[in-house]
């Protein structure tokens, strides 16, 4: 019987000046979420191109997630 | 203290600590084995410490200190064990008292407060069981340095620590009491710290934790605070409006027995396993002698009296007080008086700005542009905010496992003074290179690190860190192990980034010194003055035809002062002031530029006018909104505040004949759509029913509230208005009162909760505490780039420690742009935003570059993409050699540009392609 549950590896871009903000935000209020996300700062989400989102998951991330 | 306002001469005494400052390396091992144990005072009595001891672990300089009144060398000349074990030689017990001598133009007292001792009150049970604490004990109590380590526990069970199930807080402990203690006056910050509290407790704790606070109005009139309420009780926090009567622990130790009597009289009795007092705040001894030392005068409760109209001045010129001093106050109100304090007392003596000024030495930066990577990692535990969770020697191990890393340490708070300190030591003595550290955002603390890389001779940029506390410890407290694995994820994203990083460089750019100021309310006009009074050109923009915005209506602040002839002086002082510039009538219509640089294009009276600034003020304020409700404007005994203000200005003779009056509070306000309090409106309520009661003495006033929110010394207005016979009815949101016309009354039915029947009034006027709203700002915060609130607010930077900056540098805000608020509180804002907007235009350059775009002309294709996403205008085409050109000045550094171009010309500095694909591959592969 397979028991490996399926967990997504979330690569998250985030925005300095919003989602990066919201994000330590989050941990200042405790809000509690699973650790599949895996944040990358960025100066701006407009600086994401979709180089950076093939690239993702061209390593095998199974989601992408552009904050801004 | 002698000598006069602009000439002081000030003789300070500095205490002895027998430890010498410059020899102490903060090591410990003298707190080790101080054989003296005492009652640790910062941590409220809780826990210990020792009688050499560093007052708190962020204490800046963190160097030890002996305390003379218990150690027992000092005391009784035997011991000395700290003076053998020093490795340093740092102990000195023959250290003596210093005096010291300054010589100064202008004083600031901050010396803040105590917490009111509840021991005085015996029917409270404080110091008869270890359960029954302070709000500052339980404070510790939540703290990761403070006597459990952050765990919420009984402190009555220190052997096998067990988790209370229940928690209550007693509110206005020491506060609104003239009975049992004589502090008459709201303690202000309680209602919403005891929230907070129990928000946090019910976070602390695994298992479900019942958290009860019993109080007798919930006065949470800040911005935001409502909400954070509201909030807290959808999350089970219980509010239980009474009083109470007493907290005796159970003689069987099954918990501590409260009785109190609830809203509608009756006596109800519950068992809490810890109750916290939130005590009031009240001025100490020591500030009490100061005052009187250097003569300023306090008022019966012992603050530094000051006037609405000057609230951080104190009676002697030249000497000011901020914070808590001068009245109970919250934090952000307090770092605004603090900015505040700081341009009132500048004022005078601005033409010595920088006589004494000294540059830092930096050093030279390092060349490692030909070296390999030699990357420090620097893991933080945050106490026992990462620690807590995260198992950091495991991180630690793991990081010297990564390539590139040659050094790797662990600390208890990387952030702290001597950390920074051996940081700049640890990169000069091995050699490093390039620097992550591993702690808590880099929003908040990226400066400070790039600061000690600089010191050290590294370039600023070189520098990296992975957030393991806000994004990792704090959100996933759940799953430690998880968390671990998450933290060496993001440590090895780090390191794989700045192995790539290179330095960058920023050049100075010229300050223009002057100012805009948009708004010429009390607010705008205060900011205006300020600036010019320091010596900086100010240009003032008012829509209106005159100045004075809101305040031209009120009539007099809850001191009864006298609004309308300070209004007056006040605008006649502006538009006498060669400094300012005013233009009336005017509105803002497009912003160029940058801080330090703006274009502003002005329109007043059809003419569109140009004008170079370098910051940026906002007091655009705020407005009383029509009611749409109680009958307002269909009948005509309703009105709202500012309708009645004019009616004791025009009509007297109305107030005089009228028999009954009753108000309605919290109209518009505090409701589903618009969840804030308007602040002002219990004071202007109960300071207009005590001026009516002057004018009619036999009139009937009845003041229909929710909560009554006279915080801080308005408390004895409301005191006032219950002696002088005004009648004070509660009601709630979901039963508000129902308002129909009667001939030339209206008829009021409301439930009285008290009496526990319907009750019904005919009132002559019917006076509605309508809501304070928010301008319709959408344009002017576009064309400054700055943001609003979802109720419409403009948003400061921070809530609590930038309350007057906004997030795009060169813009502050003050006034009721901001919040509502009353004219001190705006006074204050006012004068702080002009000291922050000093911060800026007191000097003559500012540094640009760093993390921003760059074009490689070999690639550019001069396609210009990049021109029309560059929502700052940074970036030109060179006609001559057909690619494009970056204004770095004008680039704030967001890389649009550089995800545009097809032929990656641009690239962000310090965020560039391989950087980010280095991070991205780092993160998938295990």
Same mark, same amino acid.
């Given at each position: 019987m397979k028991t490996d549950i399926f967990e997504p590896k979330i690569i998250a871009f985030m925005c300095n000046w919003c989602t990066y903000g919201a994000a330590d935000l989050a941990g200042v209020s405790r809000l509690q979420y699973p650790p599949n996300i895996i944040p990358v700062r960025v100066m701006?989400?407009? $600086?994401?191109?979709p180089h950076h989102i093939l690239r993702a998951l061209q390593s095998h991330a199974d989601g992408v997630l552009v904050g801004g | 203290m002698s000598g006069s306002e602009g000439n002081f001469k000030v003789s300070l005494v500095q205490h002895p600590r027998y430890v010498d400052t410059n020899k102490c390396i903060a090591c410990g091992i003298c707190a080790e084995k101080c054989p003296k144990r005492v009652d640790d005072a910062y941590n409220e009595g809780l826990g210990k410490r020792k009688a050499i001891y560093v007052p708190y672990s962020q204490a800046v300089p963190l160097k030890y200190a002996i305390d003379d009144t218990q150690c027992i060398y000092l005391n009784k000349d035997r011991c000395g064990i700290c003076e053998n074990v020093c490795p340093s030689g740092a102990i000195n017990f023959k250290d003596t008292q210093k005096e010291r001598s300054l010589h100064v133009g202008s004083i600031i007292l901050s010396t803040g407060f105590t917490s009111f001792d509840p021991s005085k009150l015996d029917n409270l049970g404080f110091a008869r069981h270890p359960d029954i604490v302070t709000s500052m004990g339980f404070e510790r109590m939540l703290s990761a340095t403070g006597p459990f380590g952050g765990h919420l526990c009984l402190p009555s069970e220190k052997k096998h620590p067990r988790h209370p199930d229940r928690i209550a807080w007693l509110q206005c402990v020491g506060s609104r009491?003239?009975?049992?203690? $004589?502090? !008459?006056?709201? $303690? +202000?910050v309680c209602c919403m710290y005891a929230v907070k509290q129990a928000v946090m407790a019910k976070d602390h704790s695994q298992d479900p934790l019942e958290c009860a606070i019993f109080y007798m109005?919930?006065?949470?009139? !800040?911005?935001?605070f409502d909400r954070y309420v509201d909030t807290a009780r959808e999350n089970g926090v219980r509010f239980i409006r009474s009083r109470v009567h007493s907290v005796v622990p159970l003689m069987d130790k099954t918990g501590i027995e409260m009785k109190y009597i609830d809203d509608s009289g009756h006596i109800q009795t519950e068992i809490f396993d810890l109750v916290v007092l939130s005590t009031g705040l009240e001025i100490g001894k020591s500030a009490v002698e100061l005052s009187n030392t250097m003569g300023i005068e306090l008022d019966q409760f012992n603050f530094i009296q000051t006037g609405s109209f000057n609230p951080v001045s104190t009676s002697v010129p030249g000497v000011y007080a901020c914070g808590v001093l001068t009245g109970p106050k919250d934090i952000p109100q307090s770092v605004m008086e603090a900015s505040s304090a700081a341009a009132a007392a500048t004022e005078n003596i601005a033409?010595?700005? #920088?006589?004494k000024t000294k540059s830092i030495r930096v050093p030279q930066e390092r060349?490692? +542009?030909? /070296?390999?990577s030699k990357i420090g990692v620097f893991v933080c535990n945050c106490g026992t905010n990462i620690g807590g969770v995260i198992n950091v020697p495991e991180v630690v191990e793991y990081a010297r496992t990564l390539p590139g890393v040659t050094y790797v340490e662990e600390n208890l708070f990387t952030c702290s003074q001597d950390t920074q300190d051996k940081m700049a030591r640890v990169i000069k003595e091995q050699g490093l290179n390039k620097v992550v550290v591993a702690a808590c955002s880099p929003k908040t603390h990226e400066t400070l690190f790039r600061e000690t890389l600089v010191s050290a001779g590294l370039n600023k940029h070189v520098f990296e860190m992975a957030n393991i506390r806000n994004h990792d410890s704090w959100v996933h407290a759940r799953t430690p192990e998880q968390a671990t694995e998450k933290a060496k994820k993001l440590v090895r994203m780090a390191v794989a980034k700045s192995v790539l990083l290179t330095p960058l460089f920023e050049s100075r750019l010229p300050v223009t010194q002057s100012a805009l100021v948009v708004g010429g309310g009390v607010a705008g006009m205060t900011a205006a003055l300020t600036l010019a009074r320091q010596g900086f050109p100010v240009t003032l923009v008012e829509k209106n035809q005159n100045l004075g915005g809101n305040a031209r209506q009120l009539n007099k602040t809850y001191l009864n002062e006298d609004i309308g002839a300070y209004v007056k002086q006040l605008i006649h002082t502006v538009e006498k002031n060669e400094r300012i510039r005013l233009f009336a009538g005017a509105t803002v219509k497009q912003v160029d530029g940058f801080v330090g640089n703006f274009d502003t294009t002005i329109v007043a009276e059809g003419v569109e006018q140009q004008i170079s600034h370098g910051v940026a003020i906002l007091a655009v304020g705020a407005r009383e909104s029509k009611p749409e409700e109680y009958l307002y404007g269909t009948h005509d005994a309703v009105l709202t505040h500012l309708d009645l203000d004019t009616v004791f200005k025009t009509d007297e003779n109305r107030i005089k004949t009228a028999d009954n009056i009753v108000f309605i509070q919290c109209v518009g306000s505090r409701d589903k759509t618009h969840p804030y309090c308007s602040k002002v409106c219990c004071t202007h309520s109960i300071q207009s029913a005590i001026e009516i009661k002057r004018l009619n003495p036999d009139a009937n006033i009845y003041i229909i509230y929710r909560d009554i929110r006279t915080y801080g010394k308005r408390e004895l207005i409301y005191k006032q208005a219950r002696d002088l016979g005004i009648l004070f009815f509660r009601y709630d949101l979901d039963n508000k009162p129902v308002v129909s016309p009667n001939d030339g009354c209206v008829t009021i039915e409301f439930d009285d909760p008290i009496l526990n029947r319907r009750v019904s009034v005919d009132a002559d006027i019917l006076c509605l505490a309508s809501r304070i709203e928010a301008r319709d700002n959408l344009d002017l915060s576009r064309a400054f780039k700055v943001v609003s609130d979802s109720d419409g607010w403009l948003l /400061?930077? #921070?809530?609590?420690?930038?309350?007057?900056?906004?997030?795009?540098?060169?813009v502050f805000l003050c006034g009721m742009a901001h919040y509502p608020k009353p004219i001190d509180e705006s006074i204050a804002q006012a004068k702080a935003a002009a000291s922050r907007a000093i911060t800026t235009l007191a000097q003559d350059s500012i540094s640009v570059g760093g993390i921003v775009s760059t074009v490689n002309p070999r690639f550019c294709s001069g396609c210009g993409a990049c021109i029309n996403v560059c929502p700052y205008g940074a970036i030109a085409m060179n006609d001559e050699k057909n690619i494009v050109d970056i204004n770095s000045a004008l680039c704030k550094g967001c890389g649009a540009c550089a995800a545009t171009c097809p032929s990656e010309a641009l690239t962000l500095d310090g965020f560039n392609n391989e950087q980010l694909y280095a991070q991205i591959k780092s993160a998938m592969t295990a």
């Open positions: 701006c989400s407009a $600086s994401i191109s | 009491d003239e009975n049992r203690c $004589s502090n !008459g006056y709201c $303690s +202000s109005d919930m006065r949470t009139q !800040g911005k935001d033409p010595a700005r #920088h006589t060349d490692t +542009s030909r /070296e390999f /400061e930077a #921070h809530q609590k420690l930038r309350p007057v900056d906004f997030a795009t540098d060169g």
